[in-house]
């Protein structure tokens, strides 16, 4: 009787090869939801990012609105205008921290009757507002104090873009502003509390590039008079 040969052992597979079809198709199916998890968690992110940013807005718009709508009496005190200036650049550091300052005090005492906290909110706008208009160079601000006639002078000047002409007349309206992510307020609140001290305010090109905007406030007793 004849005999059957044994059929020979199966071949291992040979190493480097390429897997079975199942497990290909598996791997494939997961990097597949890998990247779709990544566009997932990128587009969660911009989104949250797209969020944040609008409720800042509003957060400002409303603080900004109320500022405007809801500013406190005035309440002016004895002061000199050069030394509320220094003070305020004194106490602020985020505002070294984003700009170049120089400042130049009078060289004579600028007696004012100011609200030093309302008169803070003014210069903490105009220096504000310069920053925002230099973007996304580095802002560099001259402050200076003077004395003319019956006034004293405050001038704040950027080297930034500069205001279009046909924006100059409306500046200080409420509401109106040149900046994408701008409220309109903020030179409205100036105005406003220049007013309520019974100043002035203006707003023009900066020779050399930028804008100045120039506050001019009535003088008052020198500091150190009083009733003999």
Same mark, same amino acid.
């Given at each position: ?25 598996? @791997? ?5 939801? &890998?990247?779709?998890? &990544? ?29 405007? &709508? ?8 004895? @002061? ?23 400042? @130049?005090?009078?060289? /004579? ?22 920053? /925002? ?26 080297? #930034? ?26 030179? &409205? ?8 001290? #019974? ?9 050399? #590039?930028?804008?100045?905007? /120039? ?10 008079? #009083?009733?003999?």
């Amino acid at each position: 009787m004849a005999h059957l040969a044994a059929p020979p052992p199966p071949s291992p597979p040979e190493r480097g090869g390429s897997p079975p079809a199942p497990l290909s198709r598996e @791997a494939g199916e997961a990097q597949g939801e &890998a990247a779709a998890d &990544a566009e997932f968690d990128r587009l969660l992110r911009d989104a949250g990012e797209i969020v944040r940013e609008e409720v800042s807005t509003l957060r400002r718009l409303t603080e900004d609105f109320s500022a405007f &709508a809801k500013l406190p009496e005035v309440r002016p005190e004895p @002061a000199d205008l050069s030394e509320v200036v220094a003070e305020f650049l004194r106490t602020s550091p985020q505002l070294s921290e984003e700009a170049e300052v120089t400042f @130049a005090a009078a060289g /004579e005492p600028c007696p004012v009757a100011l609200d030093r906290t309302l008169f803070r909110r003014a210069l903490a706008n105009l220096t504000k507002n310069a920053v /925002e208009a230099s973007r996304p160079a580095r802002a560099r601000l001259d402050l200076a104090v003077r004395r003319q006639g019956g006034r004293a002078l405050l001038t704040v000047a950027d080297r #930034g873009p500069g205001i279009p002409p046909a924006a100059l007349p409306r500046v200080f309206d409420p509401y109106f502003t040149t900046k994408q992510d701008g409220t309109g307020l903020g030179l &409205a609140i100036v105005k406003k509390i220049v007013l309520q001290h #019974g100043g002035e305010i203006a707003a023009s090109p900066r020779t050399g #590039g930028g804008a100045a905007f /120039e506050v001019r406030l009535p003088l008052a007793a020198p500091l150190d008079s #009083g009733p003999k």
